[in-house]
């Protein structure tokens, strides 16, 4: 049997003259960050004091003893990286075994009876990058930093929410593999489904050791019951196996996650008794996926259609967790995933500047059945074509297409982020003047790869992309859109102007939470313009983009942070909301929304919905609302007449039969006119009611509104901007109940806070991090009408509950968390 040795301990990594300890999987900021010879990046602005770390050459070591390589009772021992970052060479006892240049590939080495000091060598990624530019020429891209002449994570090299961290190191687990006779090389399972029978058809290659060459060795693999077994005298094997009445993997919201272990073994059918070599185990699930990409009279469509049903995908844009990506434990990303299934995201694109992550990633949601779209790593670059870079690409492609396929949740493989719309419409193709920029790797290299070895999984060759040259790649109406027209420089309500086929990238920025920034920037002064702020702001004109957000709605706040904060993040989670709302009324020709982003790799102000120290923003909350299966919506009228459109959105799989009250009020809350509607909306459709007359108020009212309510959903127009309203002055009374223990057994405890209105209270909005920094709310904005009530409920409230909150009628700690919209 294989024997695998861990080799995690026992690192060195060198240092002016010096031995720190190295801890793998890591990288060199890590390691200096842990000896105290860095500050943290992370903090104020020490990013830019370790700017030297990615312009430097490092050096990891540790011992191989001869015990562990010597040919004894295996013939074979292997080195195997997992991951390493990204141009070194190793060496054992000055013996070199191998070079390598790609961040995103395994490397296996036969250091059998080789043994004395193992060293890792990498040369500084700047100086990797500037070797192969010399050999391929100039290319454009967005960024100044030289990305696309290294396959290693883009963003190491900074983004516009990222900082420039540009990392080297082992950052993957790393063991001695010892075996005989022959070893599981390459493990394929096709899985697919026919007539309700689940059928995996598993290519098997194997490697041999000398010895091994000619011998009859036998295969035996298992799944849901079925088995299959196979002989093999060579080096490659087809085994099927089929499973009757399969039940079916479901994306979340349609049904069922069911998981079966696949399991393969290699045995020695030569020896007196069968002897087991090799074994190879992944969870699989049965179902089918297809793109349906048809022409009809709105252009090209773009529809997720899983198991034979079409669905409108509710999705979210991934970027690496931390710029550090060797910190991101299975429960981190577990933790974050699950904080996506529970704000009503199906699915989760892998964006092209990060990583292929690991396989805990992917093993999260196989089981909350979220969808994974997956970019092959190219990103806001034209990339050369020429070697080093060509060879390395599809070695990556091979690798991480056969690492990941055996995932059910895995439901596409696109091309790059963002470059087929460069190339065309950022000048870059006048100044390659016809050199080669990556068009080869998505129209060719990429799409045949998928073909060789993933057949059953549908490509698409770019996000954006249009399908072919005869439209724009960021066509709105053919294909895959980004919306970024908007953020950059319009309102909010310019989303609802055009229905895009599928959008694949939109957003709005916001700050993170308080706590957050108290936290990243210690002792500074908070501003919209402080330093700290500024730098923690890493999109052209962000804070400009921001301010103008906020003025388009509301007088801008003067010296008055906490209020800026406020108003940043409801325009954020209002921005989204509207491109969300109007997009899925118009499903099916609209057929998904991916939101730009879930996450952040670090304190930042961005388009994130959870910032960089994992608390949500009110865009999470937001999601929560706009993502559930069943929605109610007012649309806006378009332009200067009609009135607004009320769509009930239901995405469940019964039908939504709902009386819907709708009332015009006055801005004291008194009524002009209600009427109810009977309203059916069968599964997975909307219907659009027709809003009576008397209902709408007209479009210049500064003091009346439109409020729509079915179900315990709520959807509200106000005419005119909230700075041009007849906002009343805020009054609600605030009761904290008794304080009781956390229900998740994490030793904190939790309290429900109610909130009466005696008037409007539009967006009411409880920060719980000002409570506590583990304090986290149960909901996000809230509109009361005069008389009713919120309740939200705080958990993670640490030590005595009662100095954290003032329990009982005295609210007033309670009070400075809430914030609400406010006469102007």
């Known amino acids: 049997m294989k024997d695998v040795i861990q080799l995690s301990e026992g690192w060195s990594l060198h240092h002016d003259g010096t031995r720190l300890p190295a801890t793998v999987p890591g990288c060199v900021h890590t390691d200096l960050l842990a000896a105290g010879v860095i500050p943290d990046p992370y903090l104020g602005r020490n990013e830019q004091q370790v700017a030297w770390v990615g312009h430097r050459a490092w050096t990891y070591t540790r011992d191989l003893a001869a015990d562990d390589t010597a040919p004894g009772f295996h013939e074979r021992t292997d080195l195997v990286f997992d991951g390493l970052d990204t141009a070194a060479v190793i060496t054992v006892d000055g013996r070199e075994l191998g070079r390598t240049r790609n961040m995103h590939r ?43 002449y290294i396959r290693k994570m883009a963003c190491n090299f900074g983004w516009d929410w990222g900082p420039t961290l540009v990392t080297a190191g082992i950052w993957r687990p790393v063991r001695l593999e010892r075996w005989s006779t022959a070893r599981l090389a390459r493990v394929r399972p096709l899985v697919t489904v026919a007539d309700g029978e689940g ?22 693999a298992t799944v849901a019951g079925a088995e299959a077994r196979a002989v093999v005298d060579g080096e490659h094997a087809v085994l ?13 919201g349609y049904g069922e996650q069911p998981l079966h272990d696949l399991e393969l073994t290699l045995l020695d059918q030569a020896a007196d008794q069968a002897r087991t070599l090799d074994s190879w185990r992944r969870r699989i699930g049965f179902r089918t996926v297809e793109i349906d990409r048809s022409r009809d009279e709105h252009g090209t469509g773009f529809t997720f259609v899983v198991n034979g049903v079409r669905l409108f995908a509710r999705g979210v844009n991934w970027i690496p967790d931390d710029a550090f990506p060797s910190r991101v434990t299975p429960e981190r990303y577990r933790t974050r995933l699950r904080q996506a299934a529970e704000a009503g995201v199906d699915l989760v694109r892998i964006w092209g500047g990060g990583i292929y992550e690991d396989d805990a990633f992917y093993d999260a949601c196989d089981e909350l059945g979220l969808m994974v779209w997956q970019d092959f790593l190219f990103a806001c670059a034209a990339y050369p074509e020429e070697q080093p ?10 690798d991480n297409v056969v690492r990941l396929m055996p995932h059910p949740s895995l439901v596409l493989w696109n091309g790059n982020n963002e470059n087929l719309w460069g190339f065309r419409d950022w000048d870059w193709e006048p100044a390659l003047a016809g050199d080669s920029w990556g068009g080869g790797y998505y129209l060719d290299l990429l799409p045949r790869v998928v073909a060789d070895l993933d057949p059953t999984r549908p490509y698409t060759a770019g996000s954006p992309w249009s399908g072919s040259w005869e439209h724009h790649p960021n066509d709105p109406a053919h294909g895959t859109h980004h919306s970024w027209e908007v953020w950059n420089r319009r309102d909010y309500a310019d989303y609802r102007a055009s229905v895009p086929r599928f959008v694949a ?13 108290r936290r990243a920037l210690p002792g500074e002064r908070l501003a919209p313009d402080s330093p700290g702020m500024l730098h923690h702001q890493k999109a052209e004109d962000g804070a400009g983009k921001l301010n ?12 008055d942070f906490d209020r800026w904060h406020y108003l940043a993040q409801l325009v954020q989670a209002r921005a989204v909301a509207a491109g969300i709302e109007h997009w899925r ?85 008194s009524t002009v006119q209600e009427t109810v509607l009977d309203v059916t909306a069968a599964p997975r459709s909307v219907v659009r009611p027709t809003v009576p007359d008397d209902l709408v108020p007209d479009r210049r009212s500064a003091k009346e509104f439109l409020v729509a309510d079915a179900d315990g959903h709520r959807a509200l127009h106000f005419p005119v901007p909230d700075k041009d309203f007849a906002h009343p002055a805020p009054r609600y009374d605030v009761e904290v109940g008794a304080p009781a223990p956390s229900l998740d057994g994490d ?33 996000g904005l809230r509109t009361l009408l005069p008389g009713e009530r919120a309740r939200f409920r705080i958990s993670g409230l640490t030590g005595d509950i009662g100095t954290s909150v003032n329990t009982g009628t005295d609210a007033n700690a309670v009070r400075s968390a809430l914030f609400c919209v406010e006469p102007h």
């Open 747 to 779: 030793g904190g405890g939790s309290v429900e806070v109610v909130v009466t209105a005696q008037t409007l209270v539009r967006d009411l909005l409880l920060q719980a991090d000002r409570l506590g920094p583990h304090a986290v709310c149960d909901s």
């Open 548 to 559: 103008r957000g906020i003025a388009r709605h509301f007088t801008p706040p003067e010296d």
């Open 199 to 220: 059928r995996v058809e598993l290519h098997v290659e194997l490697e041999r050791t000398a010895r091994g060459v000619g011998r009859r060795l036998a295969l035996r």
């Open 585 to 669: 009324a118009h499903w099916p020709v609209c057929a998904g929304t991916v939101v730009w982003q879930l996450n952040d790799c670090w304190p930042v102000s961005s388009w994130a919905a959870i910032d960089g120290d994992g608390r949500p923003k009110p865009l999470y909350h937001e999601l929560r609302r706009v993502y559930a299966d069943r929605l109610l919506t007012l649309l806006p009228p378009a332009g200067d007449a009609g009135a607004p459109t009320l769509a009930v959105v239901n995405q469940s799989a019964e039908p939504w039969h709902t009386p819907v009250r709708l009332r015009r009020l006055r801005a004291d809350g």
């Open 240 to 252: 099927h196996l089929r499973v009757p009445e399969a039940a079916l993997w479901w994306p979340r």
């Open 106 to 148: 395994r490397y296996r080495f036969d250091v059998t009876g080789v043994h004395g000091g193992l060293r890792v060598d990498f040369a500084s990624a700047y100086d990797e990058a500037a070797s192969v530019r010399a050999l391929t020429g100039e290319r454009p891209g967005v960024y100044p930093e030289p990305l696309q």
């Open 389 to 398: 870079l060509r060879g390395e690409v599809e070695a990556e492609a091979r």
């Open 505 to 517: 990238e939109f957003g709005w920025q916001g700050p993170p939470a308080m706590t957050t920034l």
